[in-house]
Nanobody
Framework: QVQLVESGGGLVQAGGSLRLSCVASGRFFSINDMGWYRQAPGNQRELVASITKIGSTKYADSVKGRFTISRDNAKNTVYLQMNSLKPEDTAEYYC???????????????????WGKGTLVTVSS
């Protein structure tokens, strides 16, 4: 069993900042990619940012230059620093990890994708 606990969401005015955190715990051999997705009402879930185990990052064009993703492998935690927030950033933000359950899985390349329950970010104008 793997658990993802997200925190840091809330209500903020446009131009403000928030920092999201997601801590992974439970049974896993290693975590590969970690990322943040978001879903606004009526929209599909979309990638916000992701980071590999060695720190390579990817961002949605809409957040480049404003959001920064980072991770602490020792703490199994991924962060999303969100600056210069806009009303259009309002959404439920979901943590996502890709992990190997055990050594055999890592050798076989059998990775598992897992989602957190989400944390709401609301940006007022």
């Amino acid at each position: 069993q793997v658990q993802l606990v997200e925190s840091g969401g809330g209500l903020v005015q446009a131009g403000g900042s928030l920092r999201l955190s997601c801590v992974a715990s439970g049974r896993f051999f290693s975590i590969n990619d970690m990322g943040w997705y978001r879903q606004a009402p009526g929209n599909q879930r979309e990638l916000v940012a992701s980071i590999t185990k060695i720190g390579s990052t990817k961002y949605a064009d809409s957040v480049k230059g404003r959001f920064t993703i980072s991770r602490d492998n020792a703490k199994n935690t991924v962060y999303l620093q969100m600056n210069s927030l806009k009303p259009e950033d309002t959404a439920e933000y979901y943590c996502n990890i890709n992990y190997f359950r055990d050594y055999v899985g890592s050798i076989q390349g059998y990775a598992i994708n897992y989602w957190g329950k989400g944390t709401l970010v609301t940006v007022s104008s």
